[in-house]
């Protein structure tokens, strides 16, 4: 039963987090570099992911180095655990990321956010074949209402005739898929010995931070005055790559909470408490941004807390 506490903490904390990672890393994309920089203005999103997943993984090896559990990092990629921990970070951060700031590109924000709102329910849907979890109808009804919830506060019609609908929705979709996918697989890859969910994490803040520096910029750059040109507008603003270090922190450690929540209750509920971000960064963006509470906004947040309500805390309960 401890156990099981722990991985709703978990769930609950990484998305309170993952809220505040989102509303931080707005605030970043909204200084002066980032609207500036004519190098940031055509890649500043890949590049601030990119960055976000470099300085995680810095985080990490001080974090690991300290506890002197870095000698674990090199036998436990090389296992078969490993390497399926690796494979996952791959679709959860260069995919699901790249695919994201595309869709967004191409359909808008509010078409992106409502298309992605669907992941937990294709992670729930992959856990239950891959990881033979079991959901109850109770269950996929919770969610069910907390993707509508999410949806209802990042909706808006857009009147921008330049955005393509289709193009959107089908990259949009991958990005789903992506994080969908990356929950499955890490959990897959967390159900032996070898890996515990820190492990898991150093190895996929390295993978993806490794593979967008390596492959992602460059492709989505396309010449090295483009990606020369956005590192040092970056780096030479304290104000905004500090920020971006800090919030990289935020969000390792709403990646570790991710990850104990599904080693220790399974990735449908993992999912399902880790939605609540779209709740979360509502209330960090009325605290740190100032604003008013609009009724969308106040239905969709109602929306995803009884949900999460239904799909976990009364169908555990019932269990018990």
């Not at 941004?289 to 009884?306: E, K, N, R």
Request: hydrophobic share 55%; proline share 3%.
């Amino acid at each position: 039963m401890e156990f099981k506490r722990k991985g709703y903490l978990a769930g609950i904390g990484s998305g309170m987090s993952w809220g505040l990672d989102a509303v931080m890393l707005g605030i970043v994309m909204g200084m002066a570099p980032f609207v500036e920089d004519p190098c940031l203005l055509l890649i500043g999103g890949i590049l601030a992911a990119a960055l976000h997943d470099v300085f995680a993984a810095l985080w990490m090896l001080i974090i690991m180095g300290a506890k002197g559990r870095l000698k674990e990092f090199v036998p436990a990629i090389k296992s078969k655990d490993g390497m399926w921990c690796a494979f996952a970070a791959l679709f959860g951060g260069p995919l699901a990321m790249t695919f994201d700031v595309l869709a967004i590109a191409e359909g808008g924000a509010a078409l992106a956010a409502t298309v992605t709102a669907c992941y937990p329910l294709l992670g729930t849907a992959l856990a239950m074949v891959v990881l033979k979890e079991k959901m109850t109808l109770q269950a996929w009804l919770g969610l069910f209402v907390c993707v509508c919830g999410i949806i209802w506060i990042g909706y808006a019609p857009n009147q921008d005739t330049n955005i393509n609908v289709v193009t959107g929705t089908l990259l949009a979709l991958v990005a789903a898929i992506g994080w969908a996918t990356e929950a499955v697989v890490c959990g897959y890859g967390m159900k032996g010995d070898k890996v515990d969910p820190q492990i898991a994490l150093l190895i996929r803040e390295i993978t993806s931070g490794v593979f967008y520096l390596l492959v992602v910029v460059p492709i989505m750059a396309g010449s090295w005055d483009v990606i020369s040109g956005g590192y040092h507008a970056v780096f030479s603003s304290f104000p905004v790559w500090g920020l971006l270090a800090l919030t990289a922190l935020v969000g390792m450690c709403s990646f570790f909470m991710w990850y104990t929540s599904i080693d220790t209750i399974g990735a449908a509920k993992a999912l399902c408490l880790n939605v609540t971000y779209a709740f979360w960064s509502v209330i960090f963006s009325l605290i740190l941004l100032g604003g008013d509470v609009t009724m969308p906004v106040a239905i969709g947040s109602v929306l995803i807390i009884t949900g999460v309500a239904i799909a976990t805390l009364m169908s555990s309960k019932k269990k018990d």
